[in-house]
């Protein structure tokens, strides 16, 4: 995503990328970038909340006056659980090996 | 902490070996953003989504896009990539592809408008000369031709 990135802000439009895999996006940076501590797969957040959609996306807008130079990633004030319960990291761990088995 | 998915792809990898990752050989920054409130904004996405009419992608090397409708009204849509990490997706496409928030944020006034089209391309493929040199600009094209002033990229 950062290749397509960076190509359209040579085209003199600015980017913002929103992701999830914090450790990618550290490698390849890309111009402009929000992380979002959700499971991969699930950037916005859960399947048929609205709102929680809406919220990602309004947090990750507010972040944009405060980009001063290419490359930065912000991090976003989410957290997947309300208690801070990260649990789901084994799903995850768990869809991504099945796709080698 | 945020989980650290690089080691799990990498023992993991099939016989094609670990992701390779590439940086720009171009790096590009636009040192402006527009207001957000007089923006055009689009949603690209790399899930490789379509219309059910539309050529079906070929994942994984496959460097073709589609542009797709922004109104969320619009659900005969259909996911290519192969990712397992498609679950939810499936069930509800808004978790990777927020149509109906970006929408919801123009009647709110948060966004100026929304392009009427949303731009979905197979991410993780390795063809990187073929995505900077064609696929990235045949997408700046179609933003600038569409007056788009910000464009959202979500990885999939």
């Given at each position: 995503m950062s290749l397509i990135a960076h190509g359209i802000e040579a085209r003199g439009i600015p980017t913002l990328v929103i992701g999830t895999v914090r450790d990618v996006m550290?490698?390849?940076?890309?111009?402009?970038?929000?992380?979002?501590?959700?499971?991969?797969?699930?950037?916005?957040?859960?399947?048929?909340?609205?709102?929680?959609?809406?919220?990602?996306?309004a947090a990750a807008f507010a972040e944009?006056?405060?980009?001063?130079?290419?490359?930065?990633?912000?991090?976003?004030?989410?957290?997947?659980?309300?208690?801070?319960?990260?649990?789901?990291?084994?799903?995850?761990?768990?869809?991504?090996?099945?796709?080698?088995? | 902490m945020p989980l650290a998915y690089l080691p799990i792809q990498a023992a993991h990898a099939g016989p094609e070996g670990p992701r390779r990752?590439?940086?720009?050989?171009?790096?590009?920054?636009?040192d402006t953003v527009p207001p957000l409130d007089a923006a055009r904004v689009a949603l690209l996405s790399s899930a490789a989504v379509r219309e059910a009419a539309q050529p079906p992608f070929v994942p994984p090397e496959d460097t073709s896009y589609r542009a797709i409708p922004?109104?969320?009204?619009?659900?005969?849509?259909v996911i290519d990539h192969r990712s397992p990490v498609g679950t939810d997706a499936r069930r509800d496409l808004e978790v990777v592809l927020p149509r109906a928030a970006f929408a919801a944020l123009q009647r709110?006034?948060?966004?100026?408008?929304?392009?009427?089209?949303?731009?979905?391309?197979?991410?993780?493929?390795?063809?990187?000369?073929?995505?900077?040199?064609?696929?990235?600009?045949?997408?700046?094209?179609?933003?600038?031709?569409?007056?788009?002033?910000?464009?959202?990229?979500?990885?999939?």
């Open positions: 550290e490698q390849v940076p890309a111009p402009r970038a929000v992380f979002v501590d959700f499971p991969v797969g699930r950037t916005f957040g859960r399947p048929g909340d609205a709102a929680q959609h809406e919220r990602v996306l944009l006056p405060a980009f001063t130079a290419p490359g930065q990633i912000r991090d976003l004030p989410l957290q997947w659980a309300p208690d801070g319960d990260r649990a789901w990291e084994a799903m995850v761990r768990e869809e991504l090996l099945s796709f080698h088995r | 990752l590439v940086q720009s050989s171009q790096p590009a920054w636009c922004a109104d969320p009204a619009v659900t005969d849509l709110r006034g948060v966004v100026g408008t929304v392009a009427p089209s949303c731009f979905t391309f197979v991410g993780g493929c390795r063809l990187h000369q073929k995505i900077e040199g064609e696929l990235a600009p045949a997408l700046a094209a179609e933003l600038a031709a569409l007056d788009v002033t910000l464009a959202v990229l979500a990885p999939y």
